[in-house]
């Protein structure tokens, strides 16, 4: 049986502190067997589920969702799901300024008051739709949601066992290796981003090396390969740079070598990619 997880507190006050911007609001009924596709949201997604069932995958694991249940998706996970004998739902999608720890999971709860929850939603959508862009309708949609949030994250799970998740663990961590974190967020476009940031290492090389795969299951490498590719996918969908730019924009010199590892992570080319987005 699968075990769900706690989720991490600087997340939740980053969300709950930050401006929002409300960009898509609606509600649609999917019909039996609907699949939709595997891609990376590019937003945050805040999902009610108001009749049937759907199965939902993140990262690789899946779990069933039914009506009541409210999911919260983070910008860069990737996702697909299915429904089995149809699903409404209930959706809002928002940015927030960069969150360098958004963490690569899904969270859910089940909520007190269906009712309640839809007649958030409706309101937003209703202030949105009939106010544009006027300020005090922003800020109106913009209070419903953190509501909407207020109410989500204390009974909220994270589906994934992380150390985004064990929040008592992520302080404990040495200064440096957050620091490293942060460092490849901030410089992965940078071709030699390991190089330089090994070089203002105030710790022995050999025991950070421990010490971050002991916190993260994965090296730095690995790691800063992971946060190029999914930078590299959102220039894919969103802009009209070529592959050989959107290499360097990434931090790779070689844009066959570039290529390469977009397949091999994304399971299409860079060209293939942007033609069925």
């Known amino acids: 049986m699968s075990q769900d997880h706690t ?6 006050a980053a969300m709950l502190r930050m401006p929002i911007e409300v960009r898509e609001i609606d509600r649609r009924w999917h019909g039996p067997r609907t699949v939709i596709r595997d891609e990376v949201l590019m ?50 999608d928002f940015v927030l300024k960069h969150l360098d720890a958004s963490p ?34 922003l800020l109106q949609v913009e209070g419903e949601l953190k509501g909407m949030l207020g109410r989500f994250w204390p009974t909220a799970r994270a589906l994934h066992d992380s150390v985004f998740a064990n929040t008592q663990f992520a302080e404990a961590l040495h200064p440096e ?27 022995s090389p050999d025991y950070f090396r421990r010490q971050f795969q002991l916190a993260y299951g994965e090296n730095m490498q690995t790691r800063l390969n992971r946060i190029r590719l999914r930078h590299a996918r959102f220039l894919v969908h969103e802009s009209h740079l070529s592959a050989k730019e959107i290499a360097g924009e990434c931090g790779f010199n070689d844009p066959l070598f570039f290529s390469r590892q977009y397949r091999k992570f994304w399971g299409k080319s860079p060209t293939e990619d942007r033609a069925k987005a």
């Open 7 to 12: 989720p991490p507190d600087e997340f939740i």
């Open 177 to 203: 290796i957050r620091r490293a974190v942060q460092w490849l967020s901030e410089h992965f476009a940078r071709p030699d981003a390991l190089a330089e940031f090994y070089a203002t290492l105030v710790l």
């Open 43 to 92: 937003s945050n997604r805040l999902i009610l589920i108001v009749d049937g069932s759907l199965n939902y995958t993140v990262e690789g694991k899946t779990k069933r969702m039914a009506a009541g249940n409210q999911l919260l998706v983070p910008n860069w996970v990737r996702r697909t799901w299915r429904t089995n004998r149809g699903c409404e739902i209930y959706f809002v």
């Open 104 to 137: 690569l999971t899904l969270f859910w709860r089940t909520v007190d008051c269906l009712d309640l929850e839809c007649a958030a939603m409706d309101r937003m959508r209703t202030a949105r739709d009939e106010g544009a862009a006027q300020s005090r309708t």
